[in-house]
Structure formats: C-alpha cells, structure tokens
Nanobody, 123 residues
Framework: VQLVESGGWLVQAGGSLRLSCAAS????????MAWFRQAPGKEREFVAA????????YYADSVKGRFTISRDNAKNTVYLQMNSLKPEETAVYYC?????????????????WGQGTQVTVSS
C-alpha cells in the first residue's frame, strides 16, 4: 500500500491550497480516508475524514467552513481544499486510510499513512 501526498507549498495567510493523496496497492473505494497534520513541536492532530463513497464528511472544529475533504474513487485520490489559511496551520499534512467505512478522528483507526507534504503559511 502506498499513499503519496502532494500539493504542499508556501502560501500567505488568507490564501488557499489543495492537497492531493494518491493511493495504490489497495481497493481505494473500500477505505475511508482522512487528513491529519503535525505542526512543529506538536502532536499530530485530526483534520478531516470522508467515508468510502464520499457521501459523508467530518471536520475538526478548527477547520470547519474553511477546509473541504473530497475523493475521486475513479482516480484513487483524496483531496483537501484549504481556504483562509492561518500561520498556525503550518504543518506537515498526512493522509491516512482506514480499512472500513465510517468516520473516525483517532489515529489508531487508520492502518496506512503517507509520508506527508509540507504546508507553510506565512504571516
């Protein structure tokens, strides 16, 4: 199984980025997916999750209304659209795959992880 994130970049506060995570080696449409992030000196934290069909989503309170998680099962890819970014959201963003349907915010629920992509938000 391989999860490869991309799209991380340097952006000014208030700007937008779209992250992508391409999955291979698994039946993507059978896996719920999520995004987590880890800021320097902090623990990794949940950002957003999406069900296998993409019909249901769940967000951390801190990103509700600004971030959107989506997926394209035909392309084996999950996305994270991030708007109105804040400097404190500078972090490495990881995608993760869960071997069953449903929404979960706990890291232990996810069996597979990508290497991460760096997002830097300048003030």
């Amino acid at each position: 199984v391989q999860l490869v994130e991309s799209g991380g970049w340097l952006v000014q506060a208030g700007g937008s980025l779209r992250l992508s995570c391409a999955a291979s080696g698994l039946t993507f449409s059978s896996y719920a997916m999520a995004w987590f992030r880890q800021a320097p000196g902090k623990e990794r934290e949940f950002v957003a999750a999406i069900t296998t069909s993409g019909g249901d989503t769940y967000y951390a309170d801190s990103v509700k209304g600004r971030f959107t998680i989506s997926r394209d099962n035909a392309k084996n890819t999950v996305y994270l659209q991030m708007n109105s970014l804040k400097p404190e959201e500078t972090a490495v963003y990881y995608c993760a795959a869960r071997g069953r349907d449903g929404l979960a915010s706990k890291q232990r629920e996810y069996a597979f992880w990508g290497q991460g992509t760096q997002v830097t938000v300048s003030s």
